[in-house]
């Protein structure tokens, strides 16, 4: 019972139809009575992002959550469909929850998320011990499906919505450090990269009312949070537009991303601001300008690639070509000097040759990427490129590839590591160092991760760090004083 979190909630949902952000007053309390939920994410933000929303609805009904699975009387698995191995992951986790519902027969197991989406109702024939399945626009009807369940009628709603952003629901935050958060601008993706599963299980691109972006922002502000990241599949198309008019594309545009993001930046000086993902055909130089003119908008693009060769680019329809991408990094160096830069990168899609993986390396070379996502090309079904392409690159060859990918960006995220010994940093100290109890942990503006000695520094504050040594995944300091203004 130790881990368990037991909380009571104030439904407030009448007052917050119109984009305020719901407040949920969650008092820890000591109640056992009531049903447990326990819930598990797979794959992006997102979704750990709408595993938060998830918690908020089932709070708003009386459930509680528990971090232990054996306590819980709903296990919910919030899944990812992106690569064949992701969805492997979740059917042998669903196979060790249903050892365990056997001897818990009145258990309930939901799916939820990308692998419920995609698959629908022959999920529950697959996986017989399923009992509902959910997918990202219907999380509103988990009430409902679960009633019916309880019932002993199994449920499936995957219906995509073109409106459903969640934005009167206020997050219940899973994430315990209470320094840095998750706030969803947008759903769903517009773009068609034939490799990617994405706008088949997560529907149309729809931009969240900024009101309620700007609310949430606030009151994690107030709560004592000190960084939020903007999510969506592709922040640099958000667009507002008038109130009852988001599905015509004439409509006037009252908010566009670097609109948004000065304002998220204006909410407090001390609130960092990131945002994931950045698409390079969609980032403006405007965003760039933006980032620039705000200390608390951090230096920081995470900017996918996921190949360095045109030709290969326009089989992916990324609809981009690599001087075009070239451009883009260019303007983030003029504009924005010492901004990180990450990507995601795929080995060995449909066709690739050993020239155009060369173009990759060399591309990782150009840009001198500070971290990366790296994978090797896997199938999806019922993607253009499944339709498409023949998935002809061996797996040996599409592993050698990916090895070569990761070796290379070792190598630069090493220097580029090595290159900030001796430079001094604003780091928001997050939590305590996994290591040791006598060191903290935070991130500097460009994302890294830096470690240094606790002495008598605290979690939330923003301390200046001089790094002394690096290797390629951190780097590690000692703090030179508190940061009383806001230079980041
Ligand atoms: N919206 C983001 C990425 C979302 S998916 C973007 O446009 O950049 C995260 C990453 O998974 C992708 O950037 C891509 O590198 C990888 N990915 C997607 N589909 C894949 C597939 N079928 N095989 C291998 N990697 C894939
Ligand atoms: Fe997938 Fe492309 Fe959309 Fe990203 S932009 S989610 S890779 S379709
Ligand atoms: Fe996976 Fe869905 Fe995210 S497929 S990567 S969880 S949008």
């Known amino acids: ?79 990812c469909s992106i690569r064949e191995k992701a969805e492997q992951t979740v059917r042998s986790r669903l196979r060790t929850i249903n050892a365990l519902k056997l001897q818990k027969p009145g258990m309930l197991i939901g799916v939820l998320g990308c692998m419920a989406e995609r698959l629908k109702s022959k999920f529950l024939e697959e996986e017989k ?18 009633e019916e369940a309880d019932g002993g009628q199994k449920g499936v709603n995957v219906l995509l919505s073109r409106e459903e952003t969640y934005a009167d629901i206020s997050p219940v935050r899973l994430d315990k450090t209470g320094i840095t958060a998750f706030i969803s601008i947008m759903r769903g993706c517009d773009n068609m990269c034939s490799f990617c599963v994405v706008p088949f299980t997560r529907g149309r691109e729809r931009s969240r ?19 939020v990241t903007l999510l969506g599949q592709n922040v640099d198309s958000y667009k507002w537009k008038r109130e009852d008019n988001q599905q015509n594309k004439d409509a006037e545009v009252l908010m566009n991303f670097a609109q948004l993001l000065e304002c998220v930046a204006k909410v407090d000086p001390l609130l960092r601001v990131r945002f994931s993902t950045s698409h390079p055909k969609d980032i403006t130089d405007d965003v760039l300008h933006t980032m620039a ?65 060369q173009d990759t390396l060399s591309m990782m070379e150009y840009v001198q990427y500070d971290f990366s996502y790296m994978f090797y090309y896997s199938e999806r079904p019922g ?24 070796d290379a960006q070792y190598q630069l995220s090493l220097k580029s590591n090595l290159n900030d010994i001796g430079k001094t940093f604003t780091v928001l100290v997050e939590k305590t160092s996994k290591k040791s109890e006598d060191e903290l942990c935070g991130r500097n503006s460009q994302n890294k991760v830096i470690i240094f000695p606790k002495e008598n520094y605290k979690v939330g504050q923003y301390v200046n760090v001089i790094v002394e040594s690096a290797n390629k995944a951190m780097l590690k300091g ?7 203004d806001y230079i980041i």
């Open 1 to 79: 019972m130790s881990d368990l979190l037991t909380y009571t909630v104030n439904k407030q949902h009448d007052e917050t139809r119109q984009g305020k952000a719901l407040d949920l007053d969650l008092q820890p309390v000591g109640f056992a009575n009531s049903r447990k939920f326990y819930i598990e994410s797979y794959g992006c933000q997102m979704n750990f992002s709408d595993s938060e929303i998830v918690a908020s609805i089932l709070a708003g009904e009386g459930f509680s959550i528990t971090t232990n699975l054996f306590d819980a009387d709903l296990v919910l698995l919030n899944t």
């Open 383 to 406: 993607t253009l490129a499944a339709r498409k392409y023949e998935d002809d690159v061996s797996l040996d060859i599409k592993k050698r590839r990916l090895i070569e990918i990761v």
């Open 209 to 227: 009312d900024p009101g309620s972006i700007l609310a949430e922002a606030k009151d994690l502000f107030n709560k004592g949070y000190r960084e």
């Open 129 to 146: 011990l399923v009992d509902i399945v959910v997918g990202p626009d219907a999380y509103r009807s988990l009430p409902q499906l679960l």
């Open 478 to 484: 000692k703090a030179v004083g508190l940061v009383n």
């Open 293 to 357: 003119k705000y200390e608390n908008i951090c230096n920081n693009i995470h900017l996918p690639v996921q190949s360095g060769n045109s030709a290969c680019l326009d089989r992916m329809n990324r609809t981009y070509d690599r001087e075009w991408y070239i451009n883009r990094v260019d303007a983030i160096k003029r504009i924005i000097p010492g901004c990180g830069i990450s990507s995601d990168i795929i080995a060995g899609f449909c066709g690739e040759t050993e020239e155009e993986h």
